[in-house]
């Protein structure tokens, strides 16, 4: 029985191909449906308990120390995620923090100075309570 050999599927976006894959040929299924996903999740969660994962964690942690690419790209991935923010776009959101922390400094310490002037008596020409002018 002599092997047959399969017609290439084609390359979406090789140089001149325009429309995609090949006539005939779907492409595959896709990625799976979000519910499924999810319960694919709940399951693995279910039936791996926290001393496991722990385990599991530490020895991805040993052989990404010790040279495992593959390790390191998975621990990568629960830490930075799949697209990690940039140094320039942390840099920028740093920014972007530290002038509204200044403007919330800012409205606090006048919230206090107008909370001080309202806990104050009213004062006729200047001067506060019994010890003006009016009194007996």
Same mark, same amino acid.
């Given at each position: 029985? @002599?092997?047959?050999?399969?017609?290439?599927?084609?390359?979406?976006?090789?140089?001149?191909?325009?429309?995609?894959?090949?006539?005939?040929?779907?492409? @595959?299924? @896709?990625?799976? !449906?979000?519910?499924?996903?999810?319960? #694919?999740?709940?399951?693995?969660?279910?039936?791996?308990?926290?001393?496991?994962?722990?385990?599991?964690?530490?020895?991805?942690? !040993?052989?990404?120390?010790?040279?495992?690419?593959?390790?390191?790209?998975?621990?990568?991935? #629960?830490?930075?995620?799949?697209?990690?923010?940039? =140094? =320039?776009?942390? #840099?920028?959101?740093?920014?972007?923090? !530290?002038?509204?922390?200044?403007?919330?400094? !800012?409205?606090?310490?006048?919230?206090?100075?107008?909370?001080?002037?309202?806990?104050?008596?009213?004062?006729?020409?200047?001067?506060?309570?019994?010890?003006?002018? #009016?009194?007996?």
């Amino acid at each position: 029985m @002599g092997a047959t050999k399969l017609k290439p599927r084609g390359k979406p976006f090789e140089k001149g191909n325009t429309k995609g894959f090949k006539k005939g040929n779907a492409g @595959g299924p @896709g990625r799976q !449906k979000r519910e499924t996903e999810k319960t #694919y999740l709940i399951a693995m969660r279910d039936n791996i308990p926290l001393d496991a994962w722990i385990k599991i964690v530490a020895r991805a942690k !040993k052989d990404a120390m010790a040279g495992d690419a593959r390790a390191r790209d998975w621990i990568s991935k #629960y830490l930075v995620g799949d697209d990690p923010i940039t =140094i =320039i776009e942390l #840099y920028e959101e740093l920014e972007q923090v !530290k002038a509204i922390n200044a403007r919330v400094e !800012k409205l606090v310490v006048e919230r206090q100075r107008q909370h001080q002037r309202d806990q104050q008596p009213e004062s006729v020409n200047g001067q506060t309570g019994t010890d003006g002018p #009016y009194t007996a």
